[in-house]
Each structure stands twice: as structure tokens, then as C-alpha cells.
């Protein structure tokens, strides 16, 4: 949430989706999943404390994908985190240039992650 905080302040238009079943957000009608995850939208990242397989579905060609793709970790939670790219500036360095992109796709942002429980939207 921090990381969208900074994004708007600097003009972007950001929306946090919370995604903790990727099976009941298949079985809502498409109207509802096209209004979450909006198709002209492709400034897409997930952020998974575990695994980044099965995003790709969600952020598109042209999104970007923070999470676990190793094991064999082992520290305080906090130290973990923050080595492992789940740190706002980890997140910024992803958005960015997703927004700055040439084919227009930052005109909206779109963060899709499973762990987290809010959603906000800015126009």
C-alpha cells in the first residue's frame, strides 16, 4: 500500500486489488472481473509471498511479477521480506517504468496480490 501511496503522489492512477482466490474471482460474472482488472489496463504487477507461477494470467504481457520463485530461506520474517524484493522500493522499481511505458500503459495502474486485504482506487 505504501508503494501506491508514493505512485499517486506522483500522479499515477493506482488501484490495489486483493486476490486471495484466483478460483472464486474466475467464478464472478465477467462484467465484475473486467471492472477489477480492467482490460486497457496492462501496468499490472503481482506482488505473491510465494510463488509468481499462474500471474502471468492476471498482469499480462506487460506486467511485472514480485515473489518466490527459490526456497531455502531462513531468517527473521522482516529480514526475509525485505531480501527477498518485498520492500516498497523493490515494488517502485517494478512500477515505474510499467507507467512510464510507451505504449501508453501506465495510463492506469493495476497491483494484483493475493496477501494483502485492501483495495483502493484513484481516477
Known sequence: ?????????????????????????????????????????????????ASTFGWERYIGGNGAMIGLNRFGASAPGEVVMREMGFTVENVLAHARPLLNAPSGAG?????????????????
Open 1 to 49: 500500500m505504501e508503494a501506491a501511496q508514493v505512485l499517486e503522489k506522483e500522479g499515477a492512477a493506482v488501484r490495489v486489488v486483493s486476490m486471495p482466490s484466483w478460483e472464486l474471482f474466475e467464478q464472478q460474472p465477467i462484467d465484475y472481473r473486467t471492472a477489477v482488472l480492467p482490460p486497457e489496463v496492462t501496468a499490472r504487477i503481482s506482488i505473491e509471498a
Open 107 to 123: 495510463a492506469g495502474g493495476v497491483g494484483a496480490g493475493r496477501r494483502k486485504g485492501h483495495e483502493k482506487k484513484s481516477d
